[in-house]
């Protein structure tokens, strides 16, 4: 091993000599790097190597290519670049693939050698590195297209991009980014070829016997792409897709009609496809004069609005289906949600998804999050009756949904609507009983707002019968304040005392007891005792810092001190698991006085 190090550290003494007989570094700096290197180079030869190791002295190699840039920029020192800089960099490759082979399945690694390459312009490593990857990795399509992408842009290669591409379709026949990306990359090619043959028409240069293909120019290839694809992934989406990536280029008008042509004859069976003709309209070219002012400019955009709702009102009538109403809804709330100082544009976007919305929900197939935005417009323009019956509607179209029931009660609530203990219990029996806790705390919050304490109570007592261990645990929770605020300290400590022995009780619910009797002018440490005692038969296993808490209490101006070692051997005694380290750890702090 020794022998293998001393001769890696022997090939470097040309570069480094050079490095001090120029003046980028000096004597000191030279030994420096030997004894560094050195060591980097002995735990490579380790016979258990690690990949932070490796990584550590490619890292290295790399601040010294950074140094050796910015003190040649420093001193203008621009030579001897194939003797200092070149054996550095092939090094670097050399350790890069060294750990590549080891660590095959670490894709980061590989992307690093990448990046390496084409920071440090070794160009020419760069197909070498992809190459090798792609054959531990081919099963990762984003992998193919970064290699094909460098062969175009780094190399210059389009025939080499290409062949790339088709060797990723063999792997991935059916990935919809391989076709999308091969496909922008032939249209790419097809423009570049265009400008150089544009440029060397300018320049009036005889080109002998090579000629411009004119299907290639006219981005024939491209078109044979999009076939291909199309075969395999017969999607709307997918179509969309390549249309707009060839919107990008101005000389596929051709191409698009073509693509629109077949969107239009097979694919309107899927709401995209709708979707996407009807806000085309909005691209259409417009009106000229009247475009000047204001009012004008107002009046072309609703006409091209009403031209896309006609396009959709064309969907409906051929695919009456939940999707082709969602996108129908999104265009036109969309559209209300865009600013304008014309008012009479705003109130007719505001009537026309008024219009949609009230005809999806006809049609049973309103999608549940619109009836929200449906809600607040009705209610922000005052229609309070409008409001209440969508809201009613809305819980018979879904009335499963917890988050439905929430947001009509809550409509319902604002409003001000009568018989509402009816529409609540008939919420409940709908629902799902895990689910209800949103609609339990929504009737306690309305019977405690507008029905007598009576009522109130009975809604908690029949909240606190719940199967359900979040609801009662919520209801005891509520039911003791309320009772507090109610009745006073006596009705919060009889609530306490009812519920106490109740099962299942949680942290909380003992937690507000305990604030309320700290509350009271005189509080009674019996009362508190018997709290933290009750508390801690129900969580003491596991609660660390609630044995912390009943110490402090003791220690505070109520309690008696003496009492905490026995809480203290309680603790340990009762405590499992990780609870006993963290309360030991904490008992010390607050021993010593840091917390």
Sequence with gaps: MAEIVQQRIEDRIPELEQLERVGLFTKKEVKSIIKRV???????????????DFIAYIQYEINVLE?????????????????????????INSIFRRATNKWKDDVQLWLSHVAFCKK??????????????????????????????????????????????????RFHPNNKKVFQEYFRMELLHCEKLRKQKE??????????????SPEILSGKLAEVIYKDATGKIKEAEFVISLLNIAAIFGFTKELQESILQDLQTNYTDDSLTWDFMAKREIEAPGAGEELQSAKGRASDINR??????????????SLNTEPMWTCYVAFCLERLKRKTNVQELKEKRQERLLRVLQHAHDSSLLKEDYYKNWLQILLSSGDAEGAACVAMGATQRYSQSVSMWSLSLQTLMQLGSGDMGRVFQDA????????????????????????????TEAVFKRGLLSAVAAVAMEMKERYLDWSYLTGGYKKARKTFTSLQENRPLSKAFFSRMIE?????????????????????????????????????????????PENCGKIHWRAMKFLEGESVERFTSKYTLLQTGHI
């Design 38 to 52: 050195t060591a980097l180079e002995y735990k490579l030869h380790r016979l258990i190597v690690n990949k932070e």
């Design 67 to 91: 140094l050796i840039k910015k003190r040649r920029a420093h001193i203008h020192y621009n030579f001897k670049r194939e003797e200092i800089e070149f054996p550095i960099i092939h090094r």
């Design 120 to 169: 440090w312009a070794t160009k020419s490593q760069i197909s070498k590195v992809f190459s090798a990857m792609l054959a531990i990795h081919p099963d990762k399509p984003a992998l193919w297209i970064m290699a094909a992408k460098s062969e175009l842009e780094d190399r210059n290669s389009s025939e080499s991009a290409r062949h790339l591409f088709l060797r990723a379709l």
């Design 199 to 212: 440029e060397l028409e300018k320049a009036e240069m005889d080109l002998g016997e090579y000629e411009f």
């Design 304 to 317: 091209r609005e009403e031209r896309c709702c006609q396009v959709y009102e064309e969907g409906i009538r």
């Design 428 to 455: 409940l029996t709908h629902v799902n009983p895990k689910e209800s806790l949103p609609l339990w705390q929504l009737h306690v919050q309305w019977s405690v707002a507008n029905q007598n304490p009576e009522e």
């Design 516 to 560: 309320i009797e700290k509350e009271q002018e005189t509080p009674k440490m019996n009362h508190l005792r018997d709290c933290y005692e009750r508390a801690l038969q129900e969580f003491g296993t596991s609660d660390d810092d609630l044995w912390l808490q009943y110490i402090r209490e003791e220690l505070g101006p109520l309690g008696q």
